[in-house]
Every structure is written in C-alpha cells, then in structure tokens.
Nanobody
Framework: QVQLVESGGGLVQAGGSLRLSCAAS????????MAWYRQAPGKQRELVAV???????KYADSVKGQFTISRDNGRNTVYLQMNSLKPEDTAVYYC????????????WGQGTQVTVSS
C-alpha cells in the first residue's frame, strides 16, 4: 500500500505561482505512474498531469505550458509547478498513484486547496 501526502497549496494572486509536493511512502516500488488531479466546487475531478515511472509526462490541454509535473525519485516525491495561475485554477488538488503489482491498485492523497484570487 502507498500513502500520499500533499503540501504546498494556498492562496495566491492571479499571475502568481505555486509548487505542490506529493510525498509517497510505503510500497513505492510498485508505482507505475503518479498524477495530479483537481476538483473545483461543483465540478467533477479532472486529470491535470501525469508522470510515468520512466519520466514520460502528459498534461490536460487546459494547463499545457502553464503547469509542469516532475519527480524526485530519491525523495519519492512528485511536484506540480503551477505558473501564471488564474482564478479558474482554484480547486482542491489531489495526488494519485497507481500500479499493477500484485493486482491493480490506486491511492489518493488527502488533497490540498489552491485558491487564486483575481
């Protein structure tokens, strides 16, 4: 089992930046990919960015060129650098990890609030 703890959320003005962190612990050797999702009030949770164990990254169209996902394998931590933040980026951001060994599994962090003021 993998435990995920997010940090780095907060209140920022439009145009500002934040970096979210997600620290993984537990059976981290079984992680195939890690991702960031977000859920705004009244909306469904949506995928923001994903990074595979090989370092391949993919982004939602809405954040391409604005957000960057990266990982530090030595620290078992994944980051989400968010630049040029907009009010519409306001949401609870969740870290997710998934793997297939010994059986398919997924884990979620508790979420961290990001609020962008106009």
């Amino acid at each position: 089992q993998v435990q995920l703890v997010e940090s780095g959320g907060g209140l920022v003005q439009a145009g500002g930046s934040l970096r979210l962190s997600c620290a993984a612990s537990g059976s981290i050797f079984g992680i195939n990919f890690m991702a960031w999702y977000r859920q705004a009030p009244g909306k469904q949770r949506e995928l923001v960015a994903v990074i595979t164990s090989d370092g391949i990254t993919k982004y939602a169209d809405s954040v391409k060129g604005q957000f960057t996902i990266s990982r530090d394998n030595g620290r078992n931590t994944v980051y989400l650098q968010m630049n040029s933040l907009k009010p519409e980026d306001t949401a609870v951001y969740y870290c997710n990890a998934a793997g297939t060994w010994p059986t398919p599994w997924t884990s979620w962090g508790q979420g961290t609030q990001v609020t962008v003021s106009s």
